[in-house]
């Protein structure tokens, strides 16, 4: 209820600031009575009212990291990306995707997450697939795991690392 009476309480003065230069406003806020000052107005913008920041965003992928650099088949994999924000967001799409023979992703994961201004730190776990030199599984060897971060369907930021898959 407070924060509704506050945001009211911004307009009137607001209002009435434009329409009078020489305006004084005294005041106190209690359960009963509700009078404005203009301390109490710097007090509602501060608490009450979300200020847009201005400024351009800037995320950066600090580390991008696996657990292990070679793994066997159906084993857990452990993912970390490490990531710099410049100012708190949040709904960040962060997707991990990678041994990508033929077409198709064994790994494709997506967080959706909160960033916080400084660094973050996600992480991801994953089984790799049936490794095979014959049919029903993929090749031993080399693949890429890819890491991307969206806001709003924008990509952010991407980064590549490679692991070996073993039988």
Same mark, same amino acid.
């Given at each position: 209820?407070?924060?509704?009476?506050?945001?009211?309480?911004?307009?009137?003065?607001?209002?009435?600031?434009?329409?009078?230069?020489?305006?004084?406003?005294?005041?106190?806020?209690?359960?009963?009575?509700?009078?404005?000052?203009?301390?109490?107005?710097?007090?509602?913008?501060?608490?009450?009212?979300?200020?847009?920041?201005?400024?351009?965003?800037? @995320?950066?992928?600090?580390?991008?990291?696996?657990?292990?650099?070679?793994?066997?088949?159906?084993?857990?994999?452990?993912?970390? @990306?490490?990531?710099?924000?410049?100012?708190?967001?949040?709904? @960040?799409?962060?997707?991990?995707?990678?041994?990508?023979?033929?077409?198709?992703?064994?790994?494709?994961?997506?967080?959706? @997450?909160?960033?916080?201004?400084?660094?973050?730190?996600?992480?991801?776990?994953?089984?790799?697939?049936?490794?095979?030199?014959?049919?029903?599984?993929?090749?031993?060897?080399?693949?890429?795991?890819?890491?991307?971060?969206?806001?709003?369907?924008?990509?952010?930021?991407?980064?590549?690392?490679?692991?070996?898959?073993?039988?």
């Amino acid at each position: 209820m407070i924060d509704l009476v506050s945001v009211v309480v911004l307009f009137l003065i607001t209002v009435s600031c434009v329409f009078s230069s020489s305006l004084i406003i005294s005041a106190s806020i209690t359960s009963e009575v509700i009078s404005y000052s203009q301390e109490r107005t710097i007090l509602i913008q501060n608490s009450s009212i979300p200020v847009q920041e201005t400024g351009e965003v800037e @995320v950066q992928i600090l580390n991008f990291s696996t657990d292990k650099s070679t793994y066997s088949s159906k084993e857990t994999l452990k993912a970390t @990306v490490i990531i710099n924000s410049s100012i708190q967001l949040n709904g @960040v799409r962060v997707n991990l995707w990678g041994i990508k023979p033929r077409g198709y992703a064994y790994i494709n994961d997506t967080k959706i @997450v909160n960033l916080s201004a400084g660094k973050n730190e996600i992480t991801f776990l994953a089984t790799t697939p049936y490794c095979t030199r014959g049919c029903g599984g993929v090749f031993p060897g080399p693949y890429e795991l890819k890491v991307e971060i969206y806001l709003n369907e924008k990509l952010l930021d991407s980064s590549v690392t490679t692991i070996t898959l073993t039988e």
